[in-house]
């Protein structure tokens, strides 16, 4: 299987060379492409697929056919980062995942995994056939369930019921109800469906082994469908509190967002992921704990208010990426964008959209709110510290004001919440009301 790697927005063209793929793989992965949910109405949302090669967009992950594999990786620079590696692109990825979807990688075991030799869905697969083996080997959850069955003698409870009817013509039979420990709950079942899917798409060796081993200890667990699974029946107690983390990473790969597609004749998988929504939900779990003990707390996607009124019914309904409230009051608003502005010094605007501006505004006056933010990335042409220019709204020297703001990515999970919590605590103009207590935690994160 051939493997090729880009970043957003950049071409892979048509080829033999090293850094060209040939034109027949390139048609059958972007036949993948184009069924996933991803794909939009041109189907061109994840990749274009142009006359002379293809071009990656704002989606990131892995696209693969029994063939070949193209990832993409999102460009994650730090201050003044230039030529950063597709493993470090790789890391910063995975523990952005990690981050918003509750994921178990810790800073020992991404140490481990080889981000240099793998993709990032043979690094994920890698991490939870790791972490099940362990959970595993502590001992598979089971729960008593009840059977019913005919046996030469009494076992639990006589159905009497089936023993007068059904066996009134076999009394060597009794009908019985008993209860059994047994493995084949729902979340086990859960952990049998991953296992059997990863089986199917997994192309490292080290992973089709462990996955092998894995199937053999979930062998007398039904294997049902996905459609089918039961989570709403899967309950956690102190118990089984460790399978929490499996958990995530099963509901990751089983979700829609890694899917199985079949274009025609070409079958594929692709593990995708949007970064503009990648990167809100990055920075909602991130803030969420900077604010914590402030007396702000932070939502997402809330408001729900519409711009325009058709006599009774509302129209043009509006969504905040994230509200930051005091009590009931909406105190900032928060939209993250996905985008590199300029650092040219002859473009005033430096790149940010007329558009996200008219909409901040919008928000500024649906929500009475006077501190409205648009949030990027940093990257690495960008001057050295962060970017947080305020301007009046409307009038010169207007206490509404809307900020342009960047956050540098590249650092640790301290520096980001650190970051956060000077943004918002400078927007507001509040002192930094954390108290000793949040300071203990960052010094205890930073340790870790």
Known sequence: MTRHTIREWEHLTYGSGEREIPEAQADRIAAVARASVFSGRGHE???????????????????????????????????????????????????????????????????QLGWQ????????????CGKLTDAVRQGMPRHYLEHEDDLSALRGRLNVTRQFSSLAVSPQKLACRFDTLSPNI?????????VSKLSRLSGAPDNQRSLRELSFVYADVNDIPTSALGWDRIV??????????????ARLFLSDRHQQTSAGTIDGHALLFEMNVLFEKYVEQIMSRALAGTGFRVSSQGGHLDCLYDGEIGRFRTRPDLIVRQGDEVAMIIDTKWKRITPRVDDPKQGVSQSDVYQLMAYNRLYDCSNVVLLYPHHGDLP????????????KDADDTLTVATLDLAGTQHDHRHALQKLVMDCLGVEDRTGAETRSQDVLASAT
């Not at 956690?236 to 995530?248: A, C, H, K, Y």
């Not at 050295?384 to 009038?395: E, L, P």
């Open 45 to 111: 949302g994840v990749l274009e697929h142009g006359r002379k090669g293809l071009r990656a967009r704002g989606i990131v992950g892995v696209i693969a056919t029994p063939d070949c594999q193209l990832e993409i990786l999102p460009k994650i620079e730090g201050r003044g980062e230039t030529n950063v590696s597709d493993a470090t692109l790789r890391a910063r990825l995975i523990h952005m995942l990690g981050v918003t979807y509750d994921l178990p990688i810790e800073a020992g075991s991404m140490t």
């Open 117 to 128: 030799r793998e993709t990032v869905l043979e690094l994920l697969i890698r991490l939870f």
């Open 186 to 194: 729902a979340l086990n079942q859960v952990m049998r469906a991953a």
């Open 236 to 249: 956690l107690d102190r118990t089984n509190r460790r399978w929490q983390e499996l958990l995530s990473l």
């Open 384 to 395: 050295h510290d962060a970017i947080q220019r305020r301007y009046s709204i409307a009038t």
